[in-house]
């Protein structure tokens, strides 16, 4: 043992040599521990993104309503009556982006992207300021902000919330301009009675689509199924015979009662669609019998 230190004394670098795996090994896993880290610390030093309320949604499903005519003479024109209904719009449905004041800075404003307008500057805006401005703002809505078009409000609401704004924010409100008015009156139709038909958003359209899919398949398996344990009837041997896609066939029957009132609409709506409905050309050699046999038998599951 004493001759083994004093040979390390006399021969420091076999001490390096010694230690030198340890310090490899504590290396390398200091460096896979920052390694790991770095998406940790990359995290913390990236500031919170605020969401983008330029991304739009689907339509509200809304049913057939409608709008009631108005006089544009009269409601175009800043009656007390007319901003007074138009501020108890506005704080219902606009004070939350707005602001009680107009500025902007409703409480629903925080993160909006662009933010709500502040109606007291002049300047910036998207539509203007004018009375049939505001009114296509509200009857549009503004696309890639979160201004959507108020179809909740009638012509007349919309006109009051119009006037509200206008007298209680905007700085010399511009007046009204009897073309523009009138070129109002004629897009919209405004003076006369509007029905407005069911709006069905495309996603919930498809979702319906879906489900009534969903519904028929379901009824076109448990068929299937029911066939599947008939094998020793001859009704089935007669299908089976005359289809060449059992699915497509029962599809077909299932999407109409009209063959079920009588064996010659069933036979005739076979025939004239025959290679195209699942059934095959040997439904032209059948005999009054078999198909008879077969009316009665697709017939019961249905």
Known sequence: MKNKIKLLKDNPGRIFGLIYPYILVIGVALGLYYIDSLTSITRQQVSLRMPDTTAQSDLP?????NIAAVNIDVI??????????????????????HGEKGLGDGLASTGLNPPPRNFTKKDGWK???????????????????????????????????????????VSDPPPA???????????????????IPAQIPIMSAMNIIAEENNSKMQKINE????????????????????????????TILNASDSWKQ?????????????????????VFYLTDAEWNTLFGYVGRFF
Not at 61 to 65: P, S
Not at 78 to 91: M, V
Not at 177 to 195: H, I, P, R
Not at 229 to 235: D, F, I, R
């Open 61 to 65: 499903v809304m049913k057939e309503r």
């Open 76 to 97: 175009s024109q800043p009656a007390d009556s007319l901003i007074q209904n138009g501020e108890a719009i506005y704080k219902s449905l606009c004070a939350s982006c």
């Open 127 to 169: 539509n203007g300021p004018g009375l049939t401005q505001i009114f296509e703002t509200l009857q549009q809505g503004i696309a890639g902000t979160a201004m959507a078009p108020f179809q909740q409000l009638s012509t007349a609401e919309k006109f009051e919330l119009a006037h509200y704004i206008r007298n209680t924010f």
């Open 177 to 195: 301009d009897k073309s523009e008015l009138m070129a109002l009156d004629q897009t919209y139709n405004l003076s006369k009675e509007q029905v």
């Open 223 to 250: 068929v299937l199924n029911k066939i599947s344990s008939s094998k020793n009837e001859v009704g089935y041997k007669i299908f089976n015979d005359v289809t060449t896609n059992k699915v497509k066939a029962l």
């Open 262 to 282: 009588n064996e010659n609409t069933f036979m005739d709506m076979i025939i004239n669609n025959v290679n195209q409905n699942g059934f095959n050309r040997k």
